[in-house]
């Protein structure tokens, strides 16, 4: 007999619809998997056994041929386990499924029938729902995350029985709901605080600007002046994210498996900072399968890269192209796929190795060659590629012995969101969202300066020897400045600030 049961496979982000197509004939005794099975989908024959007997059913004694159709598409992980059991079930006459062609399996199964959860389940519901499924047969474990998707009705199983009984109109399994709006209200995670940092007050209304255009910052200064302190409150001062950047984090986050538990939608923007041991790999993604790197799961909010020249020289260089696409791509033999990530890129280094140049309380011991050789770590392409590079100084007792009453986290971030909020509407016909994705193109459009203003940037940039790119990250910040102080126009005094905040140009780092 021969039936067909529909599952999802992943490639990247993107899911496919999967055929489990399944043939019971006699003959010699067999079960095949075809269609580009890897090694964890061919062990689903001996899952599938083991299940279909725990469960008191027969596992036919015939010849099994099942076909996971596209053959084409490598079929890759343990969520074909549920779909291929069922339709050797269906293909056996043991059960009759109704609604199958608008129904998809997604589940591993354990030995004894237990539905285990599996990565990725956000993505594959997603698929399926724009493939025009309207049903959904996933792991408890995935539930929550499922259900996100309101419109697809989200059946939870925790045992290959409860699916059986189900189609046999013994125990109906009900539809699993869950209140998307109270996820969706961010809640305060952390008790950070920008008024917990004393004086940098320069710096402070550097890392607004940079929260309500998405815009890189690199911070330089003598060791202990507070550059770590601000990056790591650098999330409470991060606008509220839209409904489809946190479907976007989830997603990513659903395939690395670093989904947090009882959390279906991630509704704060992520804040990731690697150790500088981590390889290229690590930070890009990769494997044999390949999976996102810190790049894609900091998508839509921060990385962070304290000690910046302590980073391997390559590891760095993996930052270039995606920090001026807001993607990148993963080649390997088996596959090649792309994963969003338009970051924010938070980083901080000394000034030299011992830490203490420019630092006014302790003398350098470091040699001009030295430093040089320090600095030189970070290449200049890259360094073109960072919108605000600041130089924090050292902090006067005088600032560290006042009560802290500069403006709260939650002060700048109500101003952020309004910048934010700007840039949406704006842009709402361009598909960006902020200030730092803005195209050539779009500069021309939404960054047009007065002859006053032009006169002023061509002395920045003659005397500062700048490139072309620096050039457009200085009207980036312009226009970002000019948006936190709700005008309309790009004014001298914002074109004069944001060329201050390109201080390693002037230096000529």
Do not use: W
């Not at 007999?1 to 004939?25: A, H, P, R, W």
């Amino acid at each position: 007999m021969f039936t067909k049961i529909n599952t999802v496979s992943l490639t990247g982000l993107d899911g496919c619809i999967v055929e489990v197509q399944t043939d019971i004939s006699n003959g010699l005794i067999s079960f095949d998997i075809i269609g580009l099975p890897d090694t964890t989908v061919r062990e689903a024959r001996d899952r599938a056994k083991a299940s279909i007997k725990n469960c008191g059913c027969d596992y036919p004694r015939k010849k099994i041929t099942m076909n996971l159709a596209p053959a084409a598409l490598k079929k890759e992980g343990s969520g074909f386990d549920l779909a291929i059991t069922l339709a050797i079930l269906d293909a056996s006459g043991q059960i009759h499924i109704e609604d199958r062609e608008q129904t998809i399996f997604i589940g591993e199964l354990a030995l004894d029938g237990s539905v285990k959860g599996i990565r990725g389940v956000l993505p594959m519901v997603i698929s399926a729902y724009e493939h025009g499924f309207t049903k959904c047969f996933v792991p408890t474990e995935n539930a929550q995350e499922a259900a996100v998707i309101e419109s697809m009705e989200i059946y939870p199983v925790s045992h290959l029985s409860e699916v059986l009984d189900h189609f046999e109109n013994i125990n109906i399994i009900e539809p699993y709901k869950v209140d998307i709006n109270g996820f969706k209200t961010p809640v305060a995670t952390t008790m950070l605080d920008m008024r917990d940092v004393k004086g940098q007050e320069q710096a402070k209304r550097a890392m607004e600007i940079a929260a309500s255009g998405s815009h890189n910052v690199l911070m330089s200064g003598p060791a202990g002046t507070g550059k770590s302190m601000l990056a790591k409150r650098m999330s409470t001062i991060l606008p509220d994210m839209t409904f489809e950047e946190m479907l976007e984090v989830t997603k990513i986050h659903s395939i690395a498996g670093t989904l947090p538990e009882n959390t279906p939608l991630i509704t704060e923007r992520p804040f990731r900072s690697p150790h500088h041991t981590v390889s290229a790999n690590a930070l890009s993604g990769g494997g044999v399968v390949p999976r996102p790197g810190e790049l894609s799961l900091a998508h839509c909010g921060v990385l962070f890269l304290d000690e910046l020249p302590e980073f391997r020289r390559d590891t760095l260089e993996v930052l270039r192209q995606p920090l001026e696409d807001g993607i990148i791509t993963i080649s390997r033999v088996s596959a090649t796929l792309s994963y969003p990530c338009n970051i924010m890129l938070v980083s901080a280094m000394n000034p030299c190795q011992c830490g203490n140049y420019g630092n006014t309380k302790r003398a350098c011991t470091c040699t001009p060659q030295q430093i040089q050789r320090y600095r030189s770590k970070i290449s200049g392409p890259l360094l073109d590629r960072i919108d605000i590079q600041i130089e924090i100084p050292s902090v006067e007792y005088d600032d560290l012995a006042k009560i802290a009453d500069g403006r709260s986290s939650a002060e700048i971030r109500e101003r952020v969101n309004k910048a934010r909020q700007i840039q949406l509407e704006r842009y709402k016909k361009d598909g960006i969202t902020s200030n730092s994705q803005l195209t050539a193109a779009m500069l021309d459009k939404y960054c047009r300066l007065g002859d006053k203003e032009s006169r002023m940037l061509k002395a920045a940039f003659d005397n500062l020897g700048l490139s072309a790119r620096a050039h457009s990250k200085i009207l980036k910040v312009s226009r970002t400045i000019a948006d936190l102080d709700g005008s309309e126009d790009i004014k001298t005094a914002h074109i004069a600030e944001a060329v201050q905040y390109r201080n390693l140009d002037r230096r000529g780092f």
